[in-house]
Each structure stands twice: as structure tokens, then as C-alpha cells.
T-cell receptor, first 112, second 113 residues
Framework: DTAVSQTPKYLVTQMGNDKSIKCEQNLGHDTMYWYKQDSKKFLKIMFSYNNKELIINETVPNRFSPKSPDKAHLNLHINSLELGDSAVYFC???????????FGPGTRLLVL | GEDVEQSLFLSVREGDSSVINCTYTDSSSTYLYWYKQEPGAGLQLLTYIFSNMDMKQDQRLTVLLNKKDKHLSLRIADTQTGDSAIYFCAESIRNTGFQKLVFGTGTRLLVSP
């Protein structure tokens, strides 16, 4: 009965690799988000999709590419990983673009 | 501007009340939220308040909003060791029909027995 789920939970990889993080929500929500939480616990929005359409892109490097195959999924692909990409990435969803957001458990990415 | 500030740490004894404070800058925020993050876990929505309200109470939680001073607080009554976590306030900023959340820096609450 998980509401917002993410895979994998942990991801350890080498600099320069390409990796993907997946997010799925079973709440029937229209809008999904990706947030990044750095080592100091600071949380900042990266992207938002509404009905598979990109509506927020907060000056994130081009190496990050979100993909929404359908309303229930928002995946995050990262090319050429850098040390500074190490963080916890949270997915969230809301009923529509104006409503309360519910968060997934996070994916802990460590780039070596 | 988009800036949400919180004090970094708060330490209380079990059974005391905890008050976590937050200041925000965007006067157009319509909703303000409190989220809780336990160690190694995701963000759990605790409560939220609409900007035309001054106070909202939900069991042990009381949210106070001073819109004039752009100040938000979360009071936890009878604080328990299980309340130890990081608490984030967030303001919703609306832009051309969508909202984004701007989070504060988080307040680490430590509850000692």
C-alpha cells in the first residue's frame, strides 16, 4: 500500500557513470516532483511534471534528465555523474499542481 | 524572494513542550507546511496551515502563523523521544498556476529522557 515509492534506496557508483532513479506513485496524483537534499540536509526542488508535462525546471544541469512515461511514474536519469551529485534524491507527488505534496522514502546516491 | 529560515537545533526533555520557529519571505504564500524527517527516512507531512488562518491544532501539534511578521511556529506538546527528528517548514510559492515548495534549513529536535 506504498504511496510514493523509489528505487533503488541506495546507489553507489563511480564518477562518470550514468544512472537512473525510478519513482512511482499509486495515489492517482497528476503532478510529480524531484527534490535534492544535500549533505547539510538542505532540500531544493529540481523538476516538476504535471500530466507528463514538464512545468518546473530549477536550473538543474543538463546531465539530469527527468522522464515521465505516464502520470504515475517520474524517473530521473543522470549522465556523467560527478562527486557533487552525491545526495539524497526525493520524489514527491500531489493531486494537482497546487496541492499538498507527499514524499517518497528517498534514494541515497554516493558518487566515488 | 525565496528564503525560509529556521534555527538549527533544539534540545528538550521528555514531557516538555517544544517550539520550532520558522520565518519566510514570500508574502504571497498560500500554504505553509511542516514536515518531519527521521534519521535515514523520507519526509513525512505533519500538518499545514492556510495563510488566512492564525492557528491550527492537531492533537499534540499546534501551528501558529503571524502573517504580518511572516513567522510560523510548530508547538509539540508533551514531547516524546520518538519526536526526535529534523523538522522542516516549507512555504508554497505559486507561479503561473503551479506551486513549488521552498524548504527551510531544518531544525534538529533532540528529546532526552
Amino acid at each position: 500500500d506504498t504511496a510514493v515509492s523509489q528505487t533503488p534506496k541506495y546507489l553507489v557508483t563511480q564518477m562518470g557513470n550514468d544512472k537512473s532513479i525510478k519513482c512511482e506513485q499509486n495515489l492517482g496524483h497528476d503532478t510529480m516532483y524531484w527534490y535534492k537534499q544535500d549533505s547539510k540536509k538542505f532540500l531544493k526542488i529540481m523538476f516538476s511534471y504535471n500530466n507528463k508535462e514538464l512545468i518546473i525546471n530549477e536550473t538543474v544541469p543538463n546531465r539530469f534528465s527527468p522522464k515521465s512515461p505516464d502520470k504515475a511514474h517520474l524517473n530521473l536519469h543522470i549522465n556523467s555523474l560527478e562527486l557533487g551529485d552525491s545526495a539524497v534524491y526525493f520524489c514527491a507527488s500531489s493531486q494537482d499542481r497546487r496541492e499538498t505534496q507527499y514524499f517518497g522514502p528517498g534514494t541515497r546516491l554516493l558518487v566515488l | 524572494g525565496e528564503d525560509v529560515e529556521q534555527s538549527l537545533f533544539l534540545s528538550v526533555r521528555e514531557g516538555d513542550s517544544s517550539v520550532i520557529n520558522c520565518t519566510y519571505t514570500d508574502s504571497s504564500s498560500t500554504y505553509l507546511y511542516w514536515y518531519k524527517q527521521e534519521p535515514g527516512a523520507g519526509l513525512q507531512l505533519l500538518t499545514y496551515i492556510f495563510s488566512n488562518m492564525d492557528m491550527k491544532q492537531d492533537q499534540r501539534l499546534t501551528v501558529l502563523l503571524n502573517k504580518k511578521d511572516k513567522h510560523l511556529s510548530l508547538r509539540i506538546a508533551d514531547t516524546q523521544t520518538g519526536d526526535s527528528a529534523i523538522y522542516f517548514c516549507a512555504e508554497s510559492i505559486r507561479n503561473t498556476g503551479f506551486q513549488k515548495l521552498v524548504f527551510g534549513t531544518g531544525t534538529r529536535l533532540l528529546v532526552s529522557p
